[in-house]
């Protein structure tokens, strides 16, 4: 079984400048999560799609990140414009049922704003 | 609110000694899961244990063991005999599952990075 894959692995972008990250969930998993880490703390929820629809954007700073979950599948999360405080990890996870907090991580797309 | 506190921001061990990893959780619900995950170099993290907050028996899988006290608030996680493989960042993670819409969601500890040396 193929799991969770994410890209691009790294990015360098300067302020400003848009960026988007996809991820592609394992085959079967209804709920998709983007979390975001910083380094040297625990990843933080920044989104959940049950099928297409995003049930948990709480921490989703709206003004300038932006997702979605086409056909419930692949996701992408788009960061327009960057700025410097983005410069992180940007984790996906897929899960076959929200409840059951297992989750299947993805290698994470590591972004660098300069 | 809901928190997780690992307390051991690295720890380094030599080959076979047994090591315990710390984590003390905060939450008002009565009904909650409690979690730990392993994040090796290559990024990924890597479901280890679920444990649900009505069953306080410990758990024992190979090297690895969990002792839940809810007395303490605390999940700590043990490897025995540790090996240079389990080098990496471990996490312990809290779930709400008693509201639809907010079940699923993972409060992570901070991490405790493990280095295990030949």
């Known amino acids: 079984e193929a799991g969770v894959v994410q890209s691009p692995r790294y990015k360098i972008i300067e302020k400003k400048q848009p960026v988007a990250f996809w991820c592609n969930p394992i085959?079967?998993?209804?709920?998709l999560y983007w979390y975001l880490q910083n380094l040297g703390q625990g990843p933080e929820l920044l989104i959940r799609?049950?099928?297409?629809?995003?049930?948990?954007d709480s921490q989703l700073p709206k003004d300038r990140f932006s997702a979605e979950r086409l056909k419930g599948v692949d996701s992408t999360l788009k960061i327009q414009p960057a700025e410097l405080g983005d410069s992180a990890v940007y984790l996906c996870?897929?899960?076959?049922?929200?409840?059951?907090?297992?989750?299947?991580f993805g290698e994470g797309s590591r972004l660098t704003v300069l | 609110a809901q928190k997780v506190t690992q307390a051991q921001t690295e720890i380094s061990v030599v080959e076979k000694e047994d090591v315990t990893l710390d984590c003390v959780y905060e939450?008002?619900?009565?009904?909650?899961?409690l979690f730990w995950y392993k994040q090796p170099p290559s990024g990924e993290l890597v479901f280890l244990i679920r444990?649900?907050?009505?069953?306080?028996q410990n758990e024992i899988s190979g090297r690895y063991s969990w002792n839940f006290q809810k007395s303490t608030s605390s999940f700590n996680f043990t490897i025995t005999a540790s090996q240079v493989v389990d080098s990496a960042v471990y996490f312990c993670?809290?779930?709400?599952?008693?509201?639809?819409?907010?079940?699923?969601?993972?409060?992570f500890g901070q991490g405790t990075e493990l280095s295990v040396k030949p």
């Open positions: 996870a897929s899960s076959r049922e929200w409840s059951t907090g297992e989750l299947f």
């Open positions: 444990r649900n907050s009505f069953d306080e």
């Open positions: 085959s079967g998993h209804n709920t």
């Open positions: 993670a809290l779930s709400d599952i008693t509201i639809y819409n907010q079940g699923g969601k993972l409060i």
């Open positions: 939450t008002r619900d009565t009904t909650y899961y």
């Open positions: 799609y049950e099928n297409e629809e995003a049930v948990d």
